[in-house]
C-alpha cells in the first residue's frame, strides 16, 4: 500500500557526585549533577560496542520506557537511530512529549547509533551510510566513502545482537530512523538485509548519491521477499532545484517510494509525506515526530 501526501572544566567533586535514582528504576538518574557537569540525557545508558573487523570502536546510546524495570516479563519494540548524537535526545523527548495528554505511540527501547570514537560526524557518516566510493565532487580530497556494507555487516553481527542480549527487545518488531546519508542507508538495509528490521523511518533520503545508485541497485535487486515491512519516508517542500538545491529530491523521493511500491508488494507499506516550509537542515524533527506517530500509533480504546 503507497500513500502519497504533500502538506550542544568542572570541578573534580562534580564529576564524581553520585546520581539521585529512582527506587521504580534502580540507576536511573533524575536529576542532572550541576556544578559545572556535562548535561546529560538523564536514565540513559551508553555502551561501547566495538567492531572486530574494522577495529573501530562504536558507542550505542540507550533508553528505556519508563515502566521496564515495573514490567519484567514484557518486551518492547526498539528503535535505533543513525546520526545519534543529534536524533537520540531529539527523538527520546519528542517521544516522552507525545503521551503528555494520553498515550498517543506505544512505549519503546530507543538506541542511539553512534559515530566512530574519535571521528568527526561527517567522516564517519560519509564512510559508514554510503554505498559506493563514488561521493560527491564537494567532498574533500582525503574523504572516504562507500562502507555502508560493512558497517551493515556490523550491526547485523555486533550491535543488535549486543541489545538482543542485554535488554528485552521485540526482535519483531526492530525500526529503523535515518535522515539523509542516514535514510540511504536504511535504502540499503531495505533491499540487501530485508531481516534486519521491520520498519523504517527515511528522513530526506540522499538517492542522488553517485547518480540514483539506489535505484540502479533495486532494478538489480528482484522481488522483494514476503515479510511485512512499513516504511515512513518525508522530504522537505523546499529539497529541490526549483528552491536552490543542488539536487531534486522531492522528485527522487517520489520515484522511489513508486519503485518500492511495485516491486513490494502486499507485503510493504509505505506512506511519504512531502512537508511543507521546510528545507534539508529544518525537516528533520517534524519528519521524526511523523514518523513515530505512523510505527508506533498506540492502540486506541
Known sequence: MVALSACKGAPDEAATAPPQTTAAQPGAVTAQRGEGAPYEVLGSEVWDVPDPVSGRNYQMFVALPAGYADNPDKRYPVLYVTDADYAFPLVWQMARRLNVEGRKIEDFILVGLSYAKGEGGMQSRRRDYTPTANGPSSSPADAVHGGAGAYITYLETQALPFMAKRYRTDETRRMF????????????????????????????????????????????????????VRAYMYVGEYESVQHGGDADMVVDAQRMIGLLGARGGRSLQLKLDVLNDEDHLSVAPRGFMHGLKYLLAAPQG
Do not use: C, N
Request: hydrophobic share 40%; net charge positive; glycine share 10%.
Open 177 to 228: 530512523l535515518g535522515h539523509s546519508y542516514g535514510a540511504l542507508l536504511g535504502t540499503q538495509v531495505m533491499l540487501e538485509r530485508p531481516q534486519l528490521f521491520s520498519a523504517y523511518i527515511l528522513g530526506s533520503p540522499s538517492y542522488w548519491f553517485d547518480k540514483q545508485v539506489m535505484e540502479r541497485r533495486l532494478a538489480q535487486a528482484g522481488k522483494a521477499p514476503e515479510l511485512p
